[in-house]
T-cell receptor
Framework: RKEVEQDPGPFNVPEGATVAFNCTYS??????FFWYRQDCRKEPKLLMS???SGNEDGRFTAQLNRASQYISLLIRDSKLSDSATYLC??????????FGTGTKLQVIP | DAGITQSPRHKVTETGTPVTLRCHQT?????MYWYRQDPGHGLRLIHY???????DKGEVSDGYSVSRSKTEDFLLTLESATSSQTSVYFC??????????????FGEGSRLTVL
């Protein structure tokens, strides 16, 4: 089983829709969690951290479910500019982090 | 945007030739990383550095070496390039341990093709 797994998608959603992605992780001792966004042929950029209590940043909500070992990213009122690949990032312990392969989102007019 | 420059941005080379990719930062961040990104594998860590002359291996370090003689420069060398090293290479920097903040600033990437 991979350390971090994501549905590659693509998720094709209309503008204004709500969409959610999950990311599962295999190491129950994982310490910290993050979501990155990567536009086509560009570098990844940190979108948000995922806290145990969940956190929200505008239209984006990130949640952690330790019991089931997954994190989620919810995007409300999708915009065309949200089209990108969303990377799940997990720290399994220690100094490094592990990236998921990403979930591609395409928002359709 | 963080000041990170990768060079070259694109390179085509032949099997068996040496290749050096350069990462230059103007942020004075302590930590620097080299990742490769391939379809189906996501970003994988090759090597990283936690200070001048202090480097360590990542999960896919075979066939690669690095050097960091100055805070601002982190070089990735493929001693003898192979077709399996065709990839997009990203340099990243962080001020703090990435496990704590999750915050990596990436360069624009270097696209390497080994024929």
């Amino acid at each position: 089983r991979k350390e971090v797994e994501q549905d590659p998608g693509p998720f094709n959603v209309p503008e204004g829709a709500t969409v959610a992605f999950n990311c599962t992780y295999s190491n129950s001792a994982s310490q910290s969690f993050f979501w990155y966004r990567q536009d086509c042929r560009k570098e990844p950029k940190l979108l948000m951290s995922v806290y145990s209590s969940g956190n929200e940043d505008g239209r984006f909500t990130a949640q952690l479910n330790r019991a089931s070992q997954y994190i989620s990213l919810l995007i409300r009122d999708s915009k065309l500019s949200d089209s990108a690949t969303y990377l799940c990032v997990v720290n399994p312990g220690g100094e490094k982090v592990t990236f998921g392969t990403g979930t591609k989102l395409q928002v359709i007019p | 945007d963080a000041g990170i420059t990768q060079s070259p941005r694109h390179k085509v080379t032949e099997t068996g030739t040496p290749v050096t990719l350069r990462c230059h930062q103007t942020e004075n961040h302590r930590y620097m990383y080299w990742y490769r990104q391939d379809p189906g594998h996501g970003l994988r860590l090759i090597h990283y550095s936690y200070g001048v002359k202090d480097t360590d291996k990542g999960e896919v370090s075979d066939g690669y070496s690095v050097s960091r003689s100055k805070t601002e420069d982190f070089l990735l060398t493929l001693e003898s390039a192979t077709s399996s090293q065709t990839s997009v290479y990203f340099c990243a920097i962080s001020e703090w341990e990435v496990a704590d903040t999750g915050e990596l600033f990436f360069g624009e990437g270097s696209r390497l093709t080994v024929l």
